[in-house]
């Protein structure tokens, strides 16, 4: 499946982005289920939150609960990723990624990866 975020950009801190994820190709969307990671400058990668295919169960970084929100949409072979509450150490680069296997913080577990999408978060 080809994935491709969207919705990244420059926000203030205390602010709010909105992150999509959209799905592409001949396997239906509701094979995967969609993990959400990020990457800032020199540090590696890590987990933000995931959810199943039915989009009954989701998975997130203790680190982030509360404040960022994982939904699906398959009717528009979407992943959104709600982010409230942004702080500076947030800005990084977020990936969507699927998986046909359960929804896990372990990056390894995800086969197809988007391009990214940049988060800007000033103070």
């Known amino acids: 499946v080809m994935l491709a975020e969207s919705g990244g950009g420059l926000v203030q801190a205390g602010g709010s982005l909105r992150l999509s994820c959209t799905a592409s190709?001949?396997?239906?969307?509701?094979?995967?289920?969609i993990g959400w990671f990020r990457q800032a400058p020199g540090k590696e990668r890590e987990f933000v939150a995931a959810?199943?295919?039915?989009?009954?169960?989701?998975l997130y970084a203790n680190s982030l609960k509360g404040r960022f929100i994982i939904s699906r949409d398959n009717a528009k072979n979407s992943v959104y990723l709600q982010m409230n509450g942004l702080k500076p150490e947030d800005t990084a680069v977020y990936f969507c990624?699927?998986?046909?296997?359960?929804?896990?913080?372990?990056?390894?577990?995800?086969?197809?990866w988007g391009q990214g999408t940049q988060v800007t978060v000033s103070s």
């Open positions: 190709g001949r396997t239906s969307f509701t094979t995967f289920d």
């Open positions: 990624a699927a998986t046909r296997a359960s929804i896990t913080e372990d990056g390894a577990v995800y086969d197809d």
């Open positions: 959810i199943t295919w039915t989009g009954d169960s989701t």
